[in-house]
Protein backbone atom coordinates (compact mmCIF):
# COMPACT_ATOMS: atom_id res chain seq x y z
CA UNK A 1 0.00 0.00 0.00
CA UNK A 2 1.71 4.01 -1.00
CA UNK A 3 2.57 5.97 1.41
CA UNK A 4 -0.50 8.55 1.69
CA UNK A 5 -2.81 5.57 1.37
CA UNK A 6 -1.26 4.78 4.66
CA UNK A 7 -1.11 8.06 6.55
CA UNK A 8 -5.19 8.40 5.36
CA UNK A 9 -5.59 4.84 6.65
CA UNK A 10 -4.23 6.45 9.71
CA UNK A 11 -5.36 9.75 10.15
CA UNK A 12 -9.24 8.25 9.44
CA UNK A 13 -9.11 5.89 11.81
CA UNK A 14 -6.57 7.34 14.64
CA UNK A 15 -9.21 6.86 17.03
CA UNK A 16 -9.84 3.13 16.58
CA UNK A 17 -5.90 2.95 16.57
CA UNK A 18 -5.51 4.79 19.56
CA UNK A 19 -7.96 2.00 21.39
CA UNK A 20 -6.05 -1.15 20.00
CA UNK A 21 -3.19 0.65 21.12
CA UNK A 22 -5.10 1.78 24.79
CA UNK A 23 -6.14 -2.24 25.01
CA UNK A 24 -3.08 -3.89 24.50
CA UNK A 25 -0.90 -1.67 26.65
CA UNK A 26 -3.26 -2.43 29.69
CA UNK A 27 -3.10 -6.47 28.46
CA UNK A 28 0.40 -6.51 29.22
CA UNK A 29 0.63 -3.89 32.17
CA UNK A 30 -2.26 -6.34 34.01
CA UNK A 31 -2.88 -9.65 33.16
CA UNK A 32 -6.47 -9.05 34.65
CA UNK A 33 -7.60 -6.79 31.73
CA UNK A 34 -8.23 -8.71 29.12
CA UNK A 35 -9.92 -11.76 31.12
CA UNK A 36 -13.30 -12.14 29.37
CA UNK A 37 -15.13 -11.76 32.76
CA UNK A 38 -13.34 -7.97 32.84
CA UNK A 39 -14.37 -7.16 29.48
CA UNK A 40 -17.39 -7.62 29.92
CA UNK A 41 -17.42 -5.55 32.96
CA UNK A 42 -16.08 -3.11 30.49
CA UNK A 43 -18.76 -2.93 27.85
CA UNK A 44 -20.98 -3.14 30.85
CA UNK A 45 -20.05 0.15 32.46
CA UNK A 46 -19.38 1.93 29.08
CA UNK A 47 -23.20 1.30 28.06
CA UNK A 48 -24.32 4.33 30.16
CA UNK A 49 -21.73 6.92 29.36
CA UNK A 50 -22.50 5.47 25.65
CA UNK A 51 -25.98 5.74 25.31
CA UNK A 52 -26.02 9.39 27.06
CA UNK A 53 -22.95 9.62 24.27
CA UNK A 54 -25.05 8.90 21.84
CA UNK A 55 -28.21 11.68 22.41
CA UNK A 56 -24.88 14.26 23.22
CA UNK A 57 -23.44 13.26 19.31
CA UNK A 58 -26.44 14.56 17.84
CA UNK A 59 -26.52 17.58 20.40
CA UNK A 60 -22.96 18.81 19.42
CA UNK A 61 -23.64 18.05 15.73
CA UNK A 62 -26.19 21.32 15.80
CA UNK A 63 -23.34 22.91 17.39
CA UNK A 64 -25.21 22.89 20.85
CA UNK A 65 -23.86 21.45 24.24
CA UNK A 66 -26.27 19.94 27.23
CA UNK A 67 -24.44 19.85 30.08
CA UNK A 68 -27.59 18.56 32.63
CA UNK A 69 -27.31 14.58 31.47
CA UNK A 70 -25.62 13.62 34.43
CA UNK A 71 -28.39 14.99 37.01
CA UNK A 72 -31.02 13.89 34.36
CA UNK A 73 -29.56 10.69 35.14
CA UNK A 74 -29.65 11.04 38.98
CA UNK A 75 -32.98 12.44 38.88
CA UNK A 76 -34.53 9.42 36.94
CA UNK A 77 -33.04 6.39 38.84
CA UNK A 78 -34.67 8.66 41.96
CA UNK A 79 -37.73 8.80 40.33
CA UNK A 80 -37.90 5.11 39.03
CA UNK A 81 -37.28 3.91 42.22
CA UNK A 82 -39.87 6.04 44.12
CA UNK A 83 -42.42 4.99 41.78
CA UNK A 84 -41.73 1.55 42.52
CA UNK A 85 -41.77 1.99 46.08
CA UNK A 86 -45.41 3.84 45.70
CA UNK A 87 -46.84 0.62 44.01
CA UNK A 88 -46.58 0.62 40.12
CA UNK A 89 -44.64 -2.19 38.80
CA UNK A 90 -41.32 -1.64 36.84
CA UNK A 91 -42.96 -1.93 33.20
CA UNK A 92 -45.51 1.17 34.23
CA UNK A 93 -42.35 2.90 36.36
CA UNK A 94 -40.16 2.54 33.55
CA UNK A 95 -41.95 4.71 30.76
CA UNK A 96 -43.38 7.27 33.70
CA UNK A 97 -40.12 8.48 34.68
CA UNK A 98 -38.89 8.46 31.31
CA UNK A 99 -42.15 10.39 29.87
CA UNK A 100 -41.91 12.82 32.78
CA UNK A 101 -38.32 13.62 33.55
CA UNK A 102 -36.64 12.73 29.67
CA UNK A 103 -39.57 14.46 28.11
CA UNK A 104 -39.88 16.93 30.23
CA UNK A 105 -36.81 18.05 30.99
CA UNK A 106 -35.88 17.99 27.56
CA UNK A 107 -38.67 20.03 26.18
CA UNK A 108 -37.74 22.99 28.71
CA UNK A 109 -33.95 23.29 27.61
CA UNK A 110 -35.44 22.89 24.28
CA UNK A 111 -37.74 25.62 24.53
CA UNK A 112 -35.65 28.02 25.90
CA UNK A 113 -32.49 27.40 23.32
CA UNK A 114 -35.24 27.23 20.84
CA UNK A 115 -37.58 29.83 20.97
CA UNK A 116 -35.66 32.39 22.93
CA UNK A 117 -32.04 31.64 21.15
CA UNK A 118 -30.48 31.26 25.18
CA UNK A 119 -26.89 30.10 24.96
CA UNK A 120 -27.47 25.98 25.65
CA UNK A 121 -24.55 26.49 27.85
CA UNK A 122 -26.19 28.66 30.52
CA UNK A 123 -29.78 26.63 30.24
CA UNK A 124 -28.16 23.52 30.56
CA UNK A 125 -25.80 24.59 33.48
CA UNK A 126 -28.90 25.37 34.78
CA UNK A 127 -31.16 22.36 34.75
CA UNK A 128 -27.72 20.52 35.97
CA UNK A 129 -28.37 22.29 39.24
CA UNK A 130 -32.14 22.32 39.20
CA UNK A 131 -32.11 18.55 38.67
CA UNK A 132 -30.05 17.62 40.96
CA UNK A 133 -31.67 19.53 43.44
CA UNK A 134 -34.78 17.65 42.68
CA UNK A 135 -32.95 14.68 43.13
CA UNK A 136 -31.82 15.45 46.06
CA UNK A 137 -35.31 16.38 47.60
CA UNK A 138 -37.39 13.41 46.58
CA UNK A 139 -35.27 11.63 47.77
CA UNK A 140 -34.21 13.26 51.21
CA UNK A 141 -30.73 13.18 50.44
CA UNK A 142 -30.41 9.62 51.03
CA UNK A 143 -30.19 6.46 48.78
CA UNK A 144 -33.89 4.59 47.90
CA UNK A 145 -33.81 0.76 47.35
CA UNK A 146 -35.72 -1.04 44.83
CA UNK A 147 -39.06 -2.60 45.81
CA UNK A 148 -39.63 -4.59 42.37
CA UNK A 149 -37.35 -7.67 42.54
CA UNK A 150 -37.74 -7.77 38.76
CA UNK A 151 -36.01 -4.29 38.05
CA UNK A 152 -32.88 -5.55 38.86
CA UNK A 153 -33.10 -8.34 35.57
CA UNK A 154 -32.85 -5.06 33.28
CA UNK A 155 -29.35 -3.62 34.52
CA UNK A 156 -28.11 -6.89 35.83
CA UNK A 157 -29.30 -9.71 33.21
CA UNK A 158 -28.23 -11.44 30.51
CA UNK A 159 -28.59 -12.91 27.53
CA UNK A 160 -27.56 -16.76 27.03
CA UNK A 161 -24.60 -17.40 25.88
CA UNK A 162 -26.46 -19.92 22.92
CA UNK A 163 -28.55 -16.73 21.84
CA UNK A 164 -25.82 -14.41 21.80
CA UNK A 165 -23.84 -16.47 19.49
CA UNK A 166 -26.54 -16.14 17.22
CA UNK A 167 -26.96 -12.20 17.68
CA UNK A 168 -23.18 -11.68 17.24
CA UNK A 169 -23.42 -14.08 13.85
CA UNK A 170 -25.83 -12.05 12.26
CA UNK A 171 -24.78 -8.79 13.24
CA UNK A 172 -21.28 -9.59 12.02
CA UNK A 173 -23.21 -10.94 8.60
CA UNK A 174 -25.43 -7.67 8.14
CA UNK A 175 -22.19 -5.28 9.12
CA UNK A 176 -20.20 -7.22 5.80
CA UNK A 177 -23.13 -7.20 3.74
CA UNK A 178 -23.79 -3.51 4.32
CA UNK A 179 -19.97 -2.46 3.60
CA UNK A 180 -20.11 -4.60 0.46
CA UNK A 181 -23.30 -3.06 -1.02
CA UNK A 182 -22.58 0.69 0.44
CA UNK A 183 -23.59 3.03 -1.87
CA UNK A 184 -19.97 5.13 -1.80
CA UNK A 185 -18.49 1.96 -2.83
CA UNK A 186 -20.34 1.19 -5.83
CA UNK A 187 -19.95 4.55 -6.89
CA UNK A 188 -16.14 5.20 -6.44
CA UNK A 189 -14.99 1.59 -7.52
CA UNK A 190 -11.74 0.20 -7.73
CA UNK A 191 -8.81 -0.82 -6.21
CA UNK A 192 -9.33 1.90 -2.95
CA UNK A 193 -12.75 0.52 -2.79
CA UNK A 194 -11.54 -3.23 -2.83
CA UNK A 195 -8.90 -2.46 0.02
CA UNK A 196 -11.75 -0.39 1.76
CA UNK A 197 -14.13 -3.82 1.92
CA UNK A 198 -10.71 -5.74 2.82
CA UNK A 199 -9.92 -4.19 5.84
CA UNK A 200 -13.73 -3.34 6.77
CA UNK A 201 -14.23 -7.37 6.71
CA UNK A 202 -10.61 -7.90 8.58
CA UNK A 203 -12.53 -5.27 11.38
CA UNK A 204 -15.53 -7.05 11.35
CA UNK A 205 -13.57 -10.80 11.76
CA UNK A 206 -11.76 -9.41 14.32
CA UNK A 207 -14.72 -7.85 16.14
CA UNK A 208 -16.65 -10.84 16.19
CA UNK A 209 -13.78 -12.48 17.14
CA UNK A 210 -13.00 -10.56 20.70
CA UNK A 211 -17.56 -10.41 21.28
CA UNK A 212 -17.25 -14.26 21.06
CA UNK A 213 -14.23 -14.48 23.16
CA UNK A 214 -15.82 -11.90 25.64
CA UNK A 215 -19.43 -12.62 25.41
CA UNK A 216 -19.71 -16.21 23.53
CA UNK A 217 -19.81 -18.22 27.07
CA UNK A 218 -20.15 -17.88 30.56
CA UNK A 219 -22.77 -15.44 31.35
CA UNK A 220 -23.46 -14.35 28.12
CA UNK A 221 -24.26 -10.54 26.43
CA UNK A 222 -25.18 -7.92 29.07
CA UNK A 223 -28.75 -6.42 28.68
CA UNK A 224 -27.61 -3.28 28.98
CA UNK A 225 -24.95 -4.32 26.14
CA UNK A 226 -27.62 -5.07 23.85
CA UNK A 227 -29.90 -2.13 24.81
CA UNK A 228 -26.95 0.24 23.50
CA UNK A 229 -26.34 -1.89 20.64
CA UNK A 230 -30.24 -0.89 19.43
CA UNK A 231 -30.06 2.28 20.62
CA UNK A 232 -26.24 3.18 18.69
CA UNK A 233 -27.81 1.14 15.47
CA UNK A 234 -30.80 2.94 15.40
CA UNK A 235 -29.11 6.62 15.88
CA UNK A 236 -26.67 5.35 13.24
CA UNK A 237 -29.48 4.51 10.75
CA UNK A 238 -31.27 7.87 11.97
CA UNK A 239 -28.05 9.91 10.88
CA UNK A 240 -27.56 8.04 7.69
CA UNK A 241 -30.45 7.48 6.10
CA UNK A 242 -33.12 9.73 6.79
CA UNK A 243 -33.89 13.09 6.27
CA UNK A 244 -33.95 14.22 9.82
CA UNK A 245 -30.08 13.08 10.31
CA UNK A 246 -29.12 15.33 7.01
CA UNK A 247 -30.66 18.16 9.01
CA UNK A 248 -28.55 17.87 11.60
CA UNK A 249 -25.52 18.02 9.60
CA UNK A 250 -27.16 21.10 8.09
CA UNK A 251 -28.34 22.77 10.72
CA UNK A 252 -24.64 22.07 12.41
CA UNK A 253 -23.06 23.22 9.77
CA UNK A 254 -24.48 26.21 8.97
CA UNK A 255 -27.93 27.17 10.87
CA UNK A 256 -28.48 30.28 8.81
CA UNK A 257 -28.51 28.60 5.48
CA UNK A 258 -30.69 25.51 7.19
CA UNK A 259 -33.07 27.83 7.84
CA UNK A 260 -33.48 29.48 4.50
CA UNK A 261 -33.16 25.86 2.67
CA UNK A 262 -36.71 25.41 4.65
CA UNK A 263 -35.38 23.35 7.35
CA UNK A 264 -37.81 24.11 10.60
CA UNK A 265 -34.74 24.82 13.26
CA UNK A 266 -36.80 25.47 16.08
CA UNK A 267 -38.64 22.09 15.84
CA UNK A 268 -35.72 20.09 15.05
CA UNK A 269 -34.00 21.86 18.45
CA UNK A 270 -36.26 20.82 20.09
CA UNK A 271 -36.28 16.91 19.29
CA UNK A 272 -32.84 16.77 19.72
CA UNK A 273 -32.87 17.78 23.48
CA UNK A 274 -35.72 15.60 24.04
CA UNK A 275 -33.66 12.65 22.60
CA UNK A 276 -30.62 13.55 24.78
CA UNK A 277 -32.28 14.08 28.02
CA UNK A 278 -34.41 10.92 27.35
CA UNK A 279 -31.42 8.77 26.57
CA UNK A 280 -29.67 10.12 29.70
CA UNK A 281 -33.27 9.18 31.96
CA UNK A 282 -32.59 5.69 30.47
CA UNK A 283 -29.03 5.55 31.15
CA UNK A 284 -30.54 6.83 35.09
CA UNK A 285 -32.75 3.88 34.92
CA UNK A 286 -30.18 0.77 33.95
CA UNK A 287 -27.83 2.24 36.66
CA UNK A 288 -30.23 2.41 39.32
CA UNK A 289 -31.26 -1.69 37.94
CA UNK A 290 -27.54 -2.47 38.21
CA UNK A 291 -27.28 -1.16 41.27
CA UNK A 292 -30.46 -1.98 43.09
CA UNK A 293 -31.25 1.31 44.18
CA UNK A 294 -30.64 4.99 43.84
CA UNK A 295 -28.67 7.56 44.68
CA UNK A 296 -28.90 11.48 44.37
CA UNK A 297 -25.59 11.57 43.69
CA UNK A 298 -25.71 9.05 40.77
CA UNK A 299 -24.64 10.45 37.34
CA UNK A 300 -22.10 13.07 38.88
CA UNK A 301 -19.79 14.56 36.03
CA UNK A 302 -21.34 11.75 33.41
CA UNK A 303 -21.43 14.83 31.09
CA UNK A 304 -17.78 14.90 31.23
CA UNK A 305 -17.54 11.57 30.12
CA UNK A 306 -20.15 12.21 27.54
CA UNK A 307 -18.21 14.86 25.74
CA UNK A 308 -15.48 13.51 25.97
CA UNK A 309 -16.65 10.32 24.46
CA UNK A 310 -18.21 12.34 21.61
CA UNK A 311 -14.86 14.66 21.09
CA UNK A 312 -12.64 11.79 20.94
CA UNK A 313 -14.85 10.30 18.89
CA UNK A 314 -14.13 12.60 15.90
CA UNK A 315 -17.23 15.25 16.75
CA UNK A 316 -16.52 18.88 16.04
CA UNK A 317 -17.56 20.66 18.75
CA UNK A 318 -18.36 23.46 16.13
CA UNK A 319 -21.48 21.21 14.68
CA UNK A 320 -21.61 19.52 11.54
CA UNK A 321 -19.06 17.19 11.53
CA UNK A 322 -19.26 13.48 13.64
CA UNK A 323 -20.76 9.91 13.66
CA UNK A 324 -22.16 7.84 16.25
CA UNK A 325 -19.63 5.13 15.55
CA UNK A 326 -16.52 7.40 16.08
CA UNK A 327 -18.59 7.85 19.32
CA UNK A 328 -18.67 4.18 20.46
CA UNK A 329 -14.83 4.48 19.56
CA UNK A 330 -14.46 7.35 21.42
CA UNK A 331 -17.24 5.94 24.68
CA UNK A 332 -14.97 2.18 24.70
CA UNK A 333 -11.65 4.84 24.88
CA UNK A 334 -13.16 6.27 28.21
CA UNK A 335 -14.46 2.87 29.44
CA UNK A 336 -10.93 1.34 28.80
CA UNK A 337 -9.23 4.03 30.18
CA UNK A 338 -11.07 4.04 33.77
CA UNK A 339 -11.05 0.21 34.24
CA UNK A 340 -7.40 -0.10 33.59
CA UNK A 341 -6.25 3.37 35.68
CA UNK A 342 -8.27 1.27 38.52
CA UNK A 343 -7.09 -1.96 37.99
CA UNK A 344 -3.42 -0.22 37.98
CA UNK A 345 -4.43 1.56 41.28
CA UNK A 346 -4.10 4.91 39.36
CA UNK A 347 -5.85 7.76 41.68
CA UNK A 348 -9.28 8.57 41.07
CA UNK A 349 -7.51 12.55 41.51
CA UNK A 350 -5.22 11.80 38.98
CA UNK A 351 -8.10 9.63 36.83
CA UNK A 352 -9.56 13.37 36.30
CA UNK A 353 -6.61 15.05 35.52
CA UNK A 354 -5.90 12.44 32.81
CA UNK A 355 -9.30 12.81 31.31
CA UNK A 356 -9.26 16.59 31.17
CA UNK A 357 -5.96 16.51 29.22
CA UNK A 358 -7.55 13.49 27.07
CA UNK A 359 -10.58 16.33 26.05
CA UNK A 360 -7.88 19.43 25.41
CA UNK A 361 -5.72 17.18 22.78
CA UNK A 362 -8.99 15.98 21.31
CA UNK A 363 -10.33 19.63 20.94
CA UNK A 364 -6.56 20.46 19.92
CA UNK A 365 -6.88 18.35 17.11
CA UNK A 366 -10.01 19.23 16.25
CA UNK A 367 -8.98 22.86 15.53
CA UNK A 368 -5.85 21.53 13.74
CA UNK A 369 -8.25 19.72 11.33
CA UNK A 370 -10.07 22.51 10.62
CA UNK A 371 -7.14 24.73 9.95
CA UNK A 372 -6.22 22.29 6.80
Known sequence: MPQNQVLRFVKTNATLIALVVLTVALALADPTFHTARNLSNVARQVTIVGIVGVGMTMVILIAGIDLSVGSVVGVAAVVVTLLMQAGLAAWIA??????????????WNGFWIARYHIPPFIITLGMLTIARGVALTLSGGSSV??????????????????VTLVILAIAAVLYVYKLVRSRSDRQ?????????????????????????????????LPVPVAIFVIIA???????????????LYALGGNEEAARLS??????????????VSLLAALSGILLASRLNGASPNLGTMFELDAIAAVVIGGTSLAGGSGTIGGTIIGALIIGVLNN?????????????????????????FDVLQKRK
Open 233 to 247: AAAIFVLGHTRFGRR
Open 145 to 162: PVADPSFANIGGGYIPPA
Open 262 to 275: GINVSQTKMIVYVI
Open 188 to 220: SGGRGTIERQAAGVIVAAAGFALAVYVFGRGDG
Open 340 to 364: GMSLLGVSSFYQLIIKGLIISLAVW
Open 94 to 107: IPVTLLVVGGLIGL
